[in-house]
């Protein structure tokens, strides 16, 4: 069987371009509907679920609120809770002051040169602790001031013992004689003296206050004022 083609070369190409256009006008059609379904989706959800979602908040705001609202001392609650808070952060940062009182059974000398503290002041701002007391004589107080200028501090750090002084730039100030309680004959004093933060530092654990004067704990040594010795003069020709 033979077939003869009778349609020209120029309308095959037209019918091939009618082709073509209809497909592309059908997948522009198709295109525009699922953009268009996309847009309506995207409306929907954000006027619908978004609005629900907005109100569910708004009232579980109010909610919340006017529970809060029925809570008796709300302020005074906050700020406790606030306090109670920041109380682990302020307990480990705090100073141990306690310490003081290993200082003065260390240092206050046996009788009969025992010293009697009648205030202590700590001024943590300028790191000096000032000792008020009376005691029989001047041989004594020196006995006291000898004794704190020789007080060590021992302390562990690092799994090494370390030391530092206790007590820099010793003052004495106040003195004068006068009676105590019983009417007996004493002499009144302060000793003020800078102490290192080591002391009361809450970081350093196991502080032990230890005692150093040389090796000369005589009652002579002791009760001598040093301010009464110096160098031999020299000679001049």
């Known amino acids: ?102 200082v003065v059974s260390a240092v206050v000398p046996p009788a009969p040169n025992e010293v009697q503290i009648s205030q202590i002041d700590i001024n943590a701002a300028d790191g000096i602790i000032s000792f008020e007391g009376q005691t029989r004589a001047y041989d004594s107080m020196e006995v006291f001031k000898k004794t704190l200028d020789s007080a060590i501090i021992v302390y562990q750090e690092d799994g090494e013992e370390q030391t530092v002084k206790l007590a820099a730039t010793l003052d004495t100030s106040d003195v004068s004689y006068g009676e105590n309680a019983s009417g007996e004959k004493v002499l009144m004093f302060t000793i003020s003296f800078e102490y290192p933060e080591e002391l009361f530092s809450p970081a350093i654990k196991d502080v032990t206050i230890k005692l150093s004067v040389n090796g000369n704990v005589t009652d002579s040594y002791l009760g001598i004022p040093r301010s009464i010795f110096t160098e031999r003069a020299k000679e001049v020709e």
């Open 1 to 102: 069987m033979i077939e003869i083609n009778l349609v020209p070369d120029v309308k095959q190409e037209l019918l091939r371009a009618q082709s073509m256009r209809a497909a592309v006008i059908s997948g522009a059609i198709l295109t525009s509907i699922i953009a268009g379904a996309v847009v309506v989706l995207l409306a929907l959800y954000v006027y619908g679920v978004q609005t629900v979602r907005s109100g569910l908040v708004s009232d579980e705001i109010k909610t919340q609120y006017k529970t809060l609202s029925e809570v008796k001392d709300l302020s005074k609650v906050l700020t406790i809770q606030n306090q109670l808070a920041k109380m682990s952060e302020l307990n480990d940062s705090k100073k141990i002051d306690s310490r003081i009182f290993s």
